[in-house]
């Protein structure tokens, strides 16, 4: 009869539901970009950069400017997240993937 208790019990609607809620958390976590750090060179404006190979990225940064920087075709064009307060040509840009 003991087995028959603790056999309901796990079946119960609160356990059902606990067990539920728990798959349903499990299954919501986000997953987050890795990004890498990259030269970005301010674009139209300073000495040409690199030539890209693959993909070419355009972002304007905080001070308003663009800048280009390059990513490999399978990396999305992250962000431009530093800009050399003595020479605002240089620039450090993100490429991520998920």
């Given amino acids: 009869m003991n ?3 603790k056999f309901k019990k796990l079946f119960s609607p609160s356990t059902l539901a606990a067990t539920v809620a728990t798959g ?16 970005a060179v301010g674009n139209g404006w300073c000495p040409t ?3 890209c190979a693959q993909q070419k990225c355009v972002k304007t940064a905080s001070n308003g ?14 962000q431009v997240t530093w800009v ?5 040509c ?3 840009a993100h490429c991520c993937t998920n």
Avoid: Q
């Fill in 90 to 92: 240089n620039a450090i």
């Fill in 65 to 78: 400017l663009p800048y280009y920087f390059c990513c490999s075709s399978s990396e999305i064009c992250g």
């Fill in 84 to 88: 050399d307060p003595n020479n605002i």
């Fill in 24 to 39: 349903m958390l499990a299954s919501s976590v986000v997953v987050m970009a890795t990004c890498a750090e990259v030269s």
């Fill in 3 to 5: 087995k028959l208790k």
């Fill in 49 to 51: 950069g690199e030539i």
